[in-house]
């Protein structure tokens, strides 16, 4: 009796519910085309700003399903300096934050190049510049072998206790599994765009093809075949944040459909589920990107690079209460220095001290304390 549906007889031959997915195709399919048309008015330093903020949040995302945190700074100055904008603030980025960077934008700019086995290896060795992941030596650039892999299972618990979620493909069939998946997937056929992304996404995490990195590299093919979808390197909604959000449901999901029949419907409804609300959350991207838009307009000149970089975190949303050490630190100036920078920002009425008071003086933007009166 088969375990898992690779070990299926008419493996990877999906089916689906066509009649099933229409209406919720069509919705998010609609959704999609407005979002798109609305973007393509908005301009291209919009455009560009929207591009980052979807990117950075997309590769930090991304990371967090499997537990790991990226520095979002290192992130945005990777993307920006790749995509040759000039904003305030550019900090260095270490060459695993740069790996991972390269592997997102090389799926989304390029888009419309072949996916190979030579391109899944260079991503999957820019993950692992060190050959490690954490502490453990592993095949990098390279499918795994069964030299200490198989079985490759998934598996969750302590010692002696562990649970086995999924066991991929052995390794001496991964050629031959990677040949029919590519061969697929840079073929044109008769297969919804978005569709074909969330096929994509299950057949190559099914496959788990590398000894580590491999949910990142599908979410990354899924984003280029969304790219496809799009027509555009111009990223405006973000899957794995939307993913984070359900991480849980989102293992829970896979297993389901890794044990079960090649009837993948349940898995393509929840994946157009999840794309559904990747669309409705854009309104909070372009809303942060119309408003810092707006901000400059009115307030471009004689700001320093210091000033410009904590005025963008303000805009970005900052994480608990702004005061001058805190400005100190993050500028990476002189406590004096900040205390200078505050004090022009409240004399030009861009700042003002947050009115709760307390021991520590606390700073503001003018037209935040206006919105919350």
């Given at each position: 009796?088969?375990?898992?549906?690779?070990?299926?007889?008419?493996?990877?031959?999906?089916k689906?519910d066509?009649?099933?997915?229409t209406?919720?195709?069509?919705?998010?399919?609609?959704?999609?085309?407005?979002?798109?048309?609305?973007m393509?008015?908005?301009?291209?330093?919009?455009?560009?700003?929207?591009?980052l903020?979807?990117?950075?949040?997309?590769?930090?995302?991304?990371?967090?399903i499997?537990?790991?945190?990226?520095?979002q700074?290192?992130?945005?100055?990777?993307?920006?300096?790749?995509?040759?904008?000039?904003?305030?603030?550019?900090?260095?980025?270490?060459?695993?934050?740069?790996?991972?960077?390269?592997?997102?934008?090389?799926a989304?700019?390029?888009?419309?190049?072949?996916?190979?086995?030579?391109r899944?290896?260079?991503?999957h060795a820019?993950?692992?510049p060190t050959?490690?992941s954490?502490?453990?030596?592993?095949?990098?650039g390279?499918?795994?072998?069964?030299?200490?892999?198989?079985p490759?299972q998934?598996?969750?618990?302590?010692?002696?206790?562990?649970?086995?979620?999924?066991?991929?493909?052995?390794?001496d069939?991964?050629n031959?599994?990677m040949?029919s998946f590519l061969?697929?997937?840079?073929?044109?056929?008769?297969?919804?765009?978005?569709?074909?992304?969330?096929?994509?996404?299950?057949?190559?995490?099914?496959i788990?093809?590398?000894?580590?990195?491999?949910?990142?590299?599908?979410?990354?093919?899924?984003?280029?075949q969304?790219?496809?979808?799009?027509?555009?390197?111009?990223?405006?909604?973000?899957?794995?944040a939307?993913?984070?959000?359900k991480?849980?449901?989102y293992y829970?999901m896979?297993?389901?459909?890794?044990?079960?029949?090649?009837?993948?419907?349940r898995?393509?409804?929840?994946?157009?589920?999840?794309?559904?609300?990747a669309?409705?959350?854009t309104?909070?991207?372009?809303?942060?990107?119309?408003?810092?838009?707006?901000?400059?307009?009115?307030?471009?000149?004689?700001?320093?690079?210091?000033?410009?970089?904590?005025?963008?975190?303000?805009?970005?949303?900052?994480?608990?209460?702004?005061?001058?050490?805190?400005?100190?630190?993050?500028?990476?100036c002189s406590?004096d220095?900040a205390?200078?920078?505050?004090?022009n920002?409240?004399?030009?009425?861009?700042?003002?001290?947050?009115?709760?008071?307390?021991?520590?003086?606390?700073?503001?933007?003018?037209e935040?304390?206006?919105?919350s009166?």
């Amino acid at each position: 009796m088969s375990n898992y549906i690779h070990q299926l007889k008419d493996w990877p031959k999906f089916k689906w519910d066509q009649e099933q997915l229409t209406r919720l195709l069509i919705k998010v399919r609609v959704q999609q085309g407005r979002l798109l048309g609305r973007m393509e008015g908005m301009g291209f330093s919009l455009q560009a700003e929207a591009t980052l903020q979807t990117l950075t949040l997309d590769v930090m995302k991304s990371s967090e399903i499997e537990g790991e945190i990226l520095d979002q700074d290192q992130v945005r100055s990777s993307i920006a300096r790749r995509l040759g904008m000039d904003i305030a603030g550019l900090v260095p980025a270490d060459r695993h934050v740069e790996g991972v960077v390269e592997m997102m934008l090389d799926a989304t700019q390029n888009y419309q190049a072949p996916l190979t086995d030579e391109r899944l290896f260079a991503w999957h060795a820019a993950m692992f510049p060190t050959g490690r992941s954490g502490m453990q030596k592993i095949i990098v650039g390279n499918w795994r072998n069964n030299s200490k892999n198989d079985p490759m299972q998934v598996v969750s618990g302590a010692m002696g206790k562990e649970k086995v979620h999924f066991q991929a493909p052995d390794a001496d069939v991964l050629n031959d599994e990677m040949r029919s998946f590519l061969k697929w997937f840079n073929a044109n056929m008769d297969v919804d765009a978005v569709i074909k992304a969330a096929i994509a996404h299950l057949w190559f995490v099914t496959i788990h093809p590398f000894e580590d990195g491999n949910g990142r590299i599908a979410r990354a093919i899924t984003d280029m075949q969304l790219a496809r979808a799009d027509n555009s390197v111009r990223r405006f909604y973000s899957m794995s944040a939307q993913i984070r959000k359900k991480r849980k449901e989102y293992y829970s999901m896979l297993e389901e459909t890794q044990k079960g029949k090649l009837d993948i419907t349940r898995w393509l409804t929840w994946f157009l589920n999840c794309f559904d609300h990747a669309l409705s959350a854009t309104d909070e991207t372009l809303r942060i990107v119309i408003r810092k838009a707006r901000f400059w307009e009115k307030h471009s000149a004689d700001l320093n690079d210091r000033q410009r970089l904590m005025i963008n975190k303000l805009l970005d949303g900052f994480e608990g209460k702004l005061n001058s050490s805190k400005w100190a630190k993050i500028a990476r100036c002189s406590s004096d220095t900040a205390l200078r920078d505050i004090t022009n920002l409240l004399q030009r009425g861009i700042l003002i001290k947050e009115p709760s008071g307390g021991r520590s003086t606390h700073y503001l933007l003018q037209e935040d304390a206006s919105s919350s009166d």
